[in-house]
């Protein structure tokens, strides 16, 4: 009965509800839509990060780690490979050669991580072969090839067929080079990665380092699912345990490899929540108001209420449903608002080129965003605004147990 | 024994700069059954006095007991409890709460003293029948005349079967017709269920269905007629 009295008593002022559950609407529409874009953005730099640089797992021999050094290799590679294709998980696995070097051309230089790939292999696990935008990608039959970046073409001032010279240090530490010629030019989201990646056939700079075109530094594991990502390194652990307490190999995740990427996937989360604090903060000083109006305006009756013997307890819950119900309700009707914008964003897409396409790229960024809010944001949403809600009714509350009836219903209406 | 006792009460409100001395020595006995009317000018303490046997408000001076029960004695959560289960009110106007219906404020009081559902609305329903309004059930206060809010306010303080009521110028907002329907409901209600019912009032009208009239006067009680036969 409480309750229905309670509820009943949010439609007396139907204006002043109706205007603080829209403040509270428009609220968590902001917060939860920004938390849309914010994890579209970080989700989409993460599975392009995923797709076209690191892969969701890769294995490396432990000293490859502290010094990218060429000579350090994983003992047994192809044998390892063909034990990780095994699991149900994994969806490709490529085998690798990767070094730091020099790629110059006749007017200028720059540091640069070439790669050593198979091109059968390395499309199944990288999608860089999507983002060619002149030529062809690697084949394994034109040997001394090459494919570089767009940012990196540019800044060498090379094209297509043009020969970049590839200068690096073999496995005794003897500077050679070599001279590849530039078969395809990729652009991905990514500048900074257009601009330092350059992929050449593995047998090629095998033979440059002279190795064996069987051994390999990087081994690259894609999964048909990046959530499982975590339960496959787990899994790996297990299945290659003396190979890892050999210091033979190590394995790491997307987010070891790159830790920048994983505190920003944990900074932006960290925002939202930080923002809808915030705005429920602002909303709860909104809400005080209210409720001390509606105590206000209804002396009299909350008189009447205590003379008829409604006890202190009572009346004070009786203030905190009806602030409660008041702001559940601003928060469903923002929620259910929320969740068909960001439902729309996450099919369609946000398309952010109109403001900044080439801003964008150069961070890393892709310029259609696929919103995505996490359950647990509108869990934390519910939970928050039914906290404020509490909290806002204290004060509302108290000032309705100060009423004394024989005076407040002498109260003039 | 009496169900109200009042024995040498003073009031004084403190609140203004100067004291107001509103009840200066009251000495008053409530028999059960009584139709009191308790009548004076303005200001001269009617409300004052019936606050303090409606357990609204406490004397400065002096005790009042009901029944056994002296009130001094009650803490403001007992006091609560005690006025949930022991007194009916009926005020001036706007008593009822607007967003309940007819039937449901008639309830409200069983609703608190926890009665199971179905007796409390077959009492409700019984009341609102013997007020006259039971086709009004369903209608809130605002779509009711005053009359026929007053007369859910009587059918409301008599649900739970109060040791008595206490009505504060039931009347002072209705027409004559609707005054003397609501007085004949509540002599009616005196008659049938033995309902002690005191009330203040400016009214003739309701003087004179009165079976005693207590004159107040600058907070004492200078008057004091009980008309048998009423
Ligand atoms: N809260 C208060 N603070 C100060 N003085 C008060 C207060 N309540 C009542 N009084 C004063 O106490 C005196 C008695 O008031 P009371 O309301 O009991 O009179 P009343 O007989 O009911 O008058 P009326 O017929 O106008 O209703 C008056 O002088 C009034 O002004
Ligand atoms: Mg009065």
Redo the contacts between chains.
Sequence with gaps: ?LA??AW??LW?NKLRSAVIITAIAIGIIGTVVTDGFMSGMTDQRVNAAIANEVSNIQIHNPAFLLNEEIKYTIPQAQKTGNTIRKNQDVKAVSLRLKCQAMASSAIAGAGVTVYGIRPDDEKQVSALHEHIIKGNYLSGKQRFSAIIGQKLAKKLDLGMDDKVIVTLADTTGTITSGAFQIVGIFKTSNDMFDESHVFILKSDMAKLMGFSSASSNEIAILLNNNHSTRSVVRELNKTFKKEIAAHQIVIQSWDQILPILKSLVEIMDYFSYLFLLIILVALAFAIINTMLMAVMERT??IG?????????R?IFSLIVLETVFLSITGALVGILISISIVYHYSIYGFDLSFVAAGGLNSIGYSSTIFFRVSNNFYLATAIMVILIAVLSSISPALKALKL???KA??ED? | MSIIEVKNIYKVYNETKVPVNALNGVDLKIEEGEFTAIVGPSGSGKTTLLNILGGLDLPSKGDIFIEETNLKDLSSRQLTDFRLHNIGFVFQSYNLIPVLTAKENTEFILQLQKVPKKERIQKAMELLEAVGIADKADHRPGQLSGGQQQRVAVARALASQPRFIIADEPTANLDSRSTNDLLEIMAEMNRKYHSTFIFATHDQRVMDKAHRIVTIDDGKIIGDETFKGR
């Design positions: 009965m229905a009295i009943r008593n007396r009299r009756e009447i209420l205590m003379a008829l013997g409604l006890s202190k009572k004394q009836p024989a219903i002498r209406i």
